[in-house]
DNA sequence: TATGAAAGGTTGGCCGC
DNA sequence: GCGGCCAACCTTTCATA
C-alpha cells in the first residue's frame, strides 16, 4: 500500500476544500481567484488531496422529496452480544434504500438512515435489515423534515 | 416566484442524476456518452432539473476524520410543548458543527448529527443547543464508524 | 436534438523561486 | 518542492437548422 504519508493540509488547501464543498463542479481558474492561486496550481492541489484520500468524490445534492423515495427514516439497531462492529457496520450492503449506517457507543449499536418510497416500502426493508440476523431489535423513527447545512471548514 | 410546474423526470433524467450523484465534476460529454445523448442536450436537462430544485448544488465529499473535526455524534433533543416543528428544525442555524437536524415523528423531537473537533467541543456545541431555550431533555450518542452509500437512484 | 464555430477551461511541460 | 506561464487540446455554449 502506497505510503499516503504526511497529508499536509494548510490554509490554502482548506480554502479549496471549501469551496469544492460549496460548489463541486466551480472550475480551478474560479476556486484559484476565490483563494489567490493559479488554474494550474489549483489542479495540483486538488489531485494531490484526491490521491491522499483527503476528497473522497463528488457527488450532487438531491432535493429527494420531489423523486421516488420521498420518505426519511432513522432505525435504530439493536445486535446480539456477538456482532463485532465492522459486521454491524456492514448491514446497509446491498439495500438501495440506506443512506447511511452509523455504529454508535452505547445504545444503540447502530443508527440507519433510511430513504424509501412510502411506509409500505419501509416495513419491507426494516424486516430486511431484522432478517439479517444477529439483529435483537429495532426502533424505527419517521423523518419530518430535514435541514443539512454546507459543512462550512472555515470558523 | 416563478411556476416551476410539473417536474417531469424521465429515465434519462434519473440516468443523469445517477452519473452526478457517483461524480459531480463529470463533464456533459461524459454524461452524455454515459446515457445516450450529446453534451448539448446533457447540459440542457441538467440547467433544467437545477432551476426546478431537483438539482440543490454540488459538494464534495471529504474525508473529516483527517481533518479538523474527526469527531462525529448524534445528540437527540426533547422539546417543549410550545416549540412549533419550524422553530425545532431551525436550532443548527448558525452553529457550523451541526451537519444537519431531522426533526422527527415521535420521541424525539429532533435528531441533530454532529460533527466536533473532541469531547470538549462536544461539550459546548450540546451545551448550546440546551440553551437555545425551548430544549427540555437532550441524549448523545458518539459515532464509532460511518458509512454512507452513493444513493443510487436506479434500483 | 444535432451541428459547428467561438469562447473558455483543462492539463502537461518548462522555468524560476 | 511549489507556483506561474504557455500552448495544445478538450469542453462549454450559442447560433442555427
New interface residues.
Given amino acids: 500500500m502506497k505510503r499516503s504519508d504526511e497529508?499536509p493540509?494548510d490554509s490554502i488547501d482548506?480554502a479549496i476544500?471549501d469551496r469544492?464543498?460549496?460548489?463541486?463542479?466551480a472550475t480551478f481558474g474560479q476556486i484559484g481567484a476565490a483563494v489567490g492561486l493559479s488554474a494550474p496550481a489549483v489542479k495540483r492541489r486538488i489531485d494531490k488531496l484526491e490521491e491522499t484520500?483527503?476528497?473522497?468524490?463528488?457527488?450532487?445534492?438531491?432535493?429527494h422529496s420531489?423523486?421516488?423515495r420521498p420518505l426519511?427514516a432513522?432505525t435504530e439497531l439493536r445486535f446480539t452480544g456477538d456482532a463485532r462492529?465492522d459486521e454491524i457496520?456492514?448491514i446497509?450492503e446491498g439495500i438501495?434504500e440506506?443512506?447511511?449506517?452509523?455504529?454508535?457507543?452505547?445504545?444503540?449499536d447502530a443508527?440507519v438512515w433510511l430513504?424509501v418510497r412510502d411506509v409500505r416500502d419501509l416495513k419491507r426493508v426494516v424486516d430486511r435489515l431484522r432478517g439479517s440476523g444477529q439483529v435483537a431489535g429495532t426502533k424505527t423513527?419517521?423523518?419530518?423534515?430535514?435541514?443539512?447545512?454546507?459543512?462550512?471548514?472555515?470558523?
Fill in positions: 497529508a493540509v482548506r476544500l469544492l464543498t460549496v460548489d463541486a463542479r484520500g483527503i476528497i473522497r468524490g463528488y457527488t450532487a445534492v438531491v432535493d420531489r423523486l421516488d426519511e432513522f462492529v457496520a456492514a446497509g438501495p440506506v443512506e447511511a449506517v452509523f455504529t454508535m457507543a452505547g445504545d444503540p443508527l430513504r423513527m419517521m423523518v419530518l423534515g430535514a435541514t443539512t447545512f454546507p459543512s462550512t471548514l472555515s470558523p
